[in-house]
């Protein structure tokens, strides 16, 4: 039995290994290999703009261009859980494959053809419901009961795997990452956001990657729920100050907006939640029922939008206060999963792609720097959750079966990250090295609770 065992072991660390070979380091020196090749950092003359694209044939662009990211992003999203990982592996994988690094490099012309100038903010209007709709899912997938029964040892092991990384990423910062800050943007800002980027853990996929592995109902896993849960909405909040400061510059539009999101969300807790409760407490599932949660969900991200946060942050909190036990929301809510996962987060991971240019890393000293990151994003994770629960007398396996967990990053990293793009807060060059950063600490965490023994029973 015992060889069998350790036979065993050794078959799932092989398997681990190689998926983990597979989906992170090829497509990452393929990448590599093709801005020696291809000369993808510029060295080529600018293209052409398309200008075949007339408005009769931009919807047929588009749902080509749609037809391609599906069909590819669920590939390899079904390759990368036949290897054992979580299926946005294979999805992030096939967003970078599809933008400037590999696609772009390898064939320029094919690329500009299937992604026209002229889809792409379509693309991305596209991207942005989804996200929008993937956030309120985010919240409605929050473990509160976890976070009660577990408040006290969650909040610690959850805080502190948001502290020491934010203040690692920080330092990282005000020092090796200041080259890279746009010169449009204040220090203070620059500096928050590096440290939210190393701080973030991806709740959702670390809640399936505990139900595929059999260990949701365990200690460990509940309690992985709830740290995750508390570091979620810790860095929503961190997140939402480093939007207000960037929008509002001002000390009083920033109290002000502070604020009327305080407010905000008070009367979605405290008004709206216990009217829902009542109002589909009696309500039957329907297109009416639907209707009212769809709508529900777009006006509550247009008021945080109104207020100065970020739509996320209101579709995030339209998620929390709904009533979890109610038929027509969890019927509502799969129905809308359905729409988000197999369409929208695809659009969502090529628009990434698109914007995901690794020119800047092409040589030794980018690379280098894209180890620095990686290393202190999984160190200052890691470390930080295990000595949290070791304090708290939490066994020594299942700390880091948490601070394994906790180091996830996934597709919340992407949401944050294309954030920090758009308001300017960071340029493409330090994009691309934290997409990377994200792609290698999500591709980790699969190899390394097998190796740990937290393993599908």
């Known amino acids: 039995m015992t060889q069998l065992a350790h036979r065993s072991d050794s078959r799932s660390?092989?398997?681990?290994?190689?998926?983990?070979?597979?989906?992170?380091?090829?497509?990452?020196?393929?990448?590599?290999i093709a801005f020696?090749?291809?000369?993808a950092s510029g060295s080529h003359d600018p293209l052409p703009v398309d200008s075949t694209v007339t408005d009769t044939h931009r919807l047929y662009r588009l749902l080509l261009a749609a037809a391609v990211i599906v069909l590819l992003a669920h590939a390899l999203g079904a390759v990368a859980a036949s290897l054992g990982q979580p299926k946005v592996i294979g999805e992030m994988v096939a967003g970078i494959l599809l933008g400037p690094t590999v696609f772009g490099a390898a064939a320029p012309y094919a690329q500009q053809w299937l992604f026209p100038a002229v889809i792409v903010p379509s693309l991305d209007v596209l991207a942005q419901f989804g996200v929008i709709f993937f956030m309120f899912l985010v919240g409605l997938e929050l473990p509160l009961d976890s976070l009660r029964h577990s408040s006290r040892s969650a909040v610690v092991i959850g805080h502190a795997g948001i502290a020491i990384p934010f203040l690692s990423g920080a330092v990282l910062g005000l020092t090796l990452l200041e080259p890279y800050r746009p010169a449009t943007v204040d220090a203070v800002p620059f500096v928050l956001f590096c440290g939210l980027a190393l701080s973030i853990t991806a709740f959702p996929v670390l809640a399936r990657i505990l139900t595929e592995r059999d260990l949701q109902r365990t200690r460990v896993g509940a309690l992985g729920?709830?740290?995750?849960?508390?570091?979620?909405?810790?860095a929503w909040c961190l997140l939402t100050l480093v939007i207000v400061q960037v929008r509002n510059g001002s000390p009083t539009a920033v109290v002000r907006t502070v604020l009327l999101t305080v407010a905000f969300g008070l009367v979605l807790v405290f008004v709206v939640r216990p009217l829902l409760a009542r109002l589909l407490g009696k309500a039957r599932a329907g297109s009416v029922?639907?209707?009212?949660?769809?709508?529900?969900?777009?006006?509550?991200?247009?008021g945080t939008e109104w207020i100065g946060v970020h739509a996320i942050f209101g579709a995030f909190l339209a998620g929390a206060v709904m009533p979890r036990s109610s038929p027509v929301v969890r019927g509502f809510a799969d129905r809308l999963e359905g729409l988000t996962m197999w369409l929208m987060l695809p659009l969502f991971f090529a628009t990434v792609g698109l914007k995901t240019s690794?020119?800047?890393?092409?040589?030794?000293?980018?690379?280098l720097l894209c180890l620095v990151l990686v290393v202190v994003a999984m160190a200052s994770k890691v470390l930080s959750t295990v000595g949290a629960g070791r304090l708290l007398g939490i066994e020594r396996r299942e700390s880091w079966i948490l601070g394994v967990l906790m180091n996830c990053r996934g597709l919340t990293e992407l949401v944050v990250l294309d954030i920090g793009l758009s308001l300017g807060l960071i340029g493409p060059e330090l994009f691309g090295l934290l997409v990377l950063m994200a792609l290698v600490t999500t591709g980790v965490t699969g190899p390394l609770l097998s190796r740990l023994g937290a393993v599908a029973k």
């Open 13 to 32: 660390w092989a398997r681990a290994a190689a998926s983990y070979l597979g989906l992170v380091i090829v497509p990452i020196a393929l990448a590599a």
């Open 36 to 39: 020696q090749v291809w000369g």
């Open 289 to 302: 029922a639907s209707m009212v949660l769809l709508v529900g969900i777009l006006v509550s991200a247009l």
């Open 358 to 367: 690794l020119g800047g890393v092409s040589d030794s000293g980018a690379w």
């Open 225 to 234: 729920l709830a740290c995750a849960g508390v570091g979620d909405i810790t």
